[in-house]
Nanobody, 120 residues
Framework: VQLQASGGGLVQAGGSLRLSCVDSGRTFSSNVMGWFRQAPGKDREFVAAIGWSGGSIYAESVKGRFTMSRDNAKKTVYLLMNSLNPEDTAFYHC???????????????WGRGTQVTVSS
């Protein structure tokens, strides 16, 4: 599993971004994929995760605003982030693991992240 996230950037409050995470490994379709974020001075927190069949879970803080999806043929997961606010500013990482969980310790593989900055 080799993960690479992209799509971050600077956006105004209320705007949208779509993050992507490509897995160059061979077992993508059987992995749970997750997004986590970490803001300066704060602990890493769970954002969203999606199972191999498409079922997903979200942190309460992003429910209704963020949507995670996956394209197994492209070995890619996406995080569509709408109605962004400054509290969403963080470094976003994607991760792969065997089970659909919110705890970072449940994920075995982590990729390089991408910075999301939301201006007020």
């Amino acid at each position: 599993v080799q993960l690479q996230a992209s799509g971050g950037g600077l956006v105004q409050a209320g705007g949208s971004l779509r993050l992507s995470c490509v897995d160059s490994g061979r077992t993508f379709s059987s992995n749970v994929m997750g997004w986590f974020r970490q803001a300066p001075g704060k602990d890493r927190e769970f954002v969203a995760a999606i199972g191999w069949s498409g079922g997903s879970i979200y942190a309460e803080s992003v429910k209704g605003r963020f949507t995670m999806s996956r394209d197994n043929a492209k070995k890619t997961v996406y995080l569509l982030m709408n109605s962004l606010n400054p509290e969403d500013t963080a470094f976003y990482h994607c991760a792969a693991g065997p089970v659909l969980r919110t705890r970072a310790a449940e994920y075995d593989h982590w990729g390089r992240g991408t910075q999301v900055t939301v201006s007020s």
